[in-house]
């Protein structure tokens, strides 16, 4: 039982560069987010899905997209990597009727 | 207007004390659940406790515990006879409304220093 994994932990973009960060949880959770977290600003919602085939903006949403095509796993895409777009990425999951969030390792990404 | 305010950028305490990290939010919807997370230098988001806005009695875990004062709209988390491993940075978050979205607001964390 993996929990929540994160691929890859740590990326380096160049500006206009598109990647994917793949989440992928083995805990039959409906729900899933995505956050990024910058220095002294704590975590910021991106992007979230409350089931397979769905997927809801959050607070930050400019320059991202997600896809949640298999229940398991919630994709993130940076189509035209930016500089602001410099952070660490945490996905998290949740099961139905549980408050908790749990959250994978993190991806570290740098856009030059 | 911030909804979760953690005014302690950084604590220091000694090995074997208590110590309280603060938390204000702000919300007006009357379902709404607090957390908070430990995050160890080696960065991953670790789930302490939680309270939901109607629970008549303070959450615990172990060695933690949270003051939950809904008039003040304070959520301290309480860590008892602090290790060196609670030497991490502290974040508190608020699920605003019902959970079927589950959304967090997260605070700006407090850096605890426990001294051997």
């Known amino acids: 039982n993996a929990g929540v994994t994160q691929t890859p932990k740590f990326r380096v973009l160049k500006t206009g560069q598109s990647m994917t960060l793949l989440c992928a949880q083995d805990m039959n959770h409906e729900y899933m987010y995505w956050y990024r977290q910058d220095p002294g600003m704590g975590l910021r919602l991106i992007h979230y899905?409350?089931?397979?085939?769905?997927?809801a903006k959050g607070e930050v949403p400019d320059g991202y997209n997600v896809s949640r095509l298999k229940k398991q796993n919630f994709l993130l895409g940076l189509e035209s990597a930016a500089p602001s777009q410099t952070s660490v990425y945490f996905c998290?999951?949740?099961?139905?009727?549980?408050?908790?969030?749990?959250f994978g390792p993190g991806t570290r990404l740098l856009v030059l | 207007a911030q909804k979760i305010t953690q005014t302690q950028p950084g604590m220091f305490v000694q090995e074997k004390e208590a110590v309280t990290l603060d938390c204000t939010y702000d919300t007006s919807d009357p379902s709404y659940g607090l957390f908070w997370y430990k995050q160890p230098s080696s960065g991953e988001m670790i789930f302490l406790i939680y309270?939901?806005?109607?629970?008549?009695q303070n959450a615990t875990e172990g060695r933690y515990s949270l003051n939950f004062q809904k008039a003040r709209k304070s959520a301290n988390l309480v860590i008892s006879a602090s290790q060196l491993g609670d030497s991490a940075m502290y974040f508190c978050?608020?699920?605003?409304?019902?959970?079927?979205?589950?959304?967090?607001?997260f605070g700006q964390g407090t850096t605890l220093q426990v001294k051997p």
């Open positions: 899905s409350v089931g397979e085939g769905t997927t």
């Open positions: 309270q939901g806005s109607y629970d008549q």
């Open positions: 998290a999951s949740r099961g139905t009727g549980q408050e908790t969030q749990y």
């Open positions: 978050a608020m699920r605003e409304g019902p959970s079927n979205t589950g959304k967090l607001i």
